[in-house]
């Protein structure tokens, strides 16, 4: 199954992808965590991804294209993928229809995410993630707000999770990505799931949403 998330900053998408990858056993593919490991580890890709990240711009689709065609190929995709953070624009989602016809596939699911922005602003600020097992959490319902109540790895903020970073994060996702809600529902693959305050529950409209769940 080929499915994509799509959605606001913060609009759970990271979330939902790790819990429907375990269900699903098919790779979770963030285009977001790529490039923070190659800015960690301070790649030739990593040094110019965050000139665009630290700045909340989207890095330019050709630099995303070639990440997403080298991951495509890997054998783990065999039976399908979740992508969350990708596509982000139009060119993206051209290209990766042109990759899939190429290796004669398709994008099954596409989920659009729905979540009002004032939430929005509030679930980015409190925003906390564990480095190691990249689990995600909000301030506000974990009881350690230090470590990780997984693996007992100190948390961290994300580096683009500030309130002036945060508004340009928004402009691009307007600008850039919410074209493609028009883009996939033209190709009737399109879902408009609302995002819960818990998660479960979000999960649930997602999973009726792509038949596992009637
Ligand atoms: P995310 O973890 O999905 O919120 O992505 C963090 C940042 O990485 C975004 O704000 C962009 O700067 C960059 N990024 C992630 N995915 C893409 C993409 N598909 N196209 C361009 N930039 C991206």
């Known amino acids: 199954m080929n ?7 913060g609009a759970g998408k990271g979330t939902q992808a790790k819990k429907l990858s375990a269900m699903l056993n098919i790779p979770h593919i963030s285009t977001g965590d790529i490039f923070r490991e190659q800015i ?19 890095v330019p689709d050709e630099i995303t294209m070639s990440v997403i065609r080298e991951r495509l190929h890997r054998d783990d995709c065999g039976d399908g993928f979740i ?39 509030d679930r980015l600020v409190n925003r906390r993630v564990c480095p190691e097992c990249k689990a995600i959490f909000n301030l506000e319902t974990i009881a ?10 100190p948390l961290i903020q994300r580096e683009d999770d500030n309130v002036r970073i945060i508004k340009q994060r928004f402009i691009a996702y307007h600008d850039l990505t919410e074209p493609l809600i028009n883009y996939y529902s033209a190709k009737n693959v399109l879902t408009n799931v609302k995002s819960m305050s818990r998660i479960e529950d979000s999960l649930r409209n997602t999973l009726e949403a792509i038949g596992i769940l009637k």
């Open 40 to 58: 960690a580890l301070k790649t030739d890709l990593g040094i110019v991804a965050d000139k665009y990240i630290s700045k909340g711009m989207l």
């Open 144 to 153: 350690s707000r230090e470590m990780c109540p997984n693996c007992s790895t």
């Open 83 to 121: 992508f969350d953070g990708f596509p982000r624009t139009l060119v993206q989602a051209e290209e990766l229809d042109k990759i899939l016809k190429d290796l004669g596939r398709k994008i099954d699911f596409v989920i659009n995410i729905v979540v009002d922005e004032d939430v929005l602003i």
């Open 3 to 9: 499915i994509i998330l799509i959605g606001a900053p």
